[in-house]
C-alpha cells in the first residue's frame, strides 16, 4: 500500500498553488501526475534510486518534472515522505520518517 504522510501531502498542496497563480489546469495536472508516479510503487517499490544524502536503502526517489518525490519502504507500506523541487538543497532534517 502507498501512503502520503501529512508532510508530502502539504508539498502537494504547495506545489499546486504555485503554479495555480498561471493556470489551474496544470496545477492539478502536475499533481495528478505526481500521484500517479507512485501508483505502482506496491509492486516496484525498489524502482526509485537511492538518496544520496541519506544512503539509506530503504529511503528512495522518483523524479517527475522539476520535482524529487521521496519515499520510504518499511514492511507495512510504501510512505511518501515528500516531494521537493530538484533546485532545493536537500537536508536530511527536511525528510521527517515518523
Not at 54 to 83: H, M, P, T, W
Not at 90 to 96: E, G, Q, R, T, Y
Request: no cysteine; net charge positive.
Amino acid at each position: 500500500m502507498v501512503i502520503w504522510t501529512q508532510p508530502a501531502k502539504a508539498d502537494l498542496r504547495s506545489i499546486h498553488d504555485f503554479i495555480a497563480h498561471d493556470s489551474r489546469h496544470y496545477a492539478k495536472k502536475v499533481v495528478q501526475d505526481i500521484r500517479e508516479k507512485t501508483d505502482n510503487l506496491e509492486q516496484l517499490p525498489k524502482r526509485g534510486k537511492k538518496i544520496p544524502e541519506l544512503n539509506d536503502d530503504q529511503v528512495r526517489e522518483l523524479s517527475l518534472y522539476s520535482y524529487r518525490i521521496i519515499y520510504e519502504i518499511k514492511e507495512r507500506g510504501i510512505f511518501v515522505l515528500a516531494v521537493v523541487h530538484k533546485s532545493r538543497d536537500l537536508k536530511v532534517d527536511d525528510i521527517s520518517r515518523d
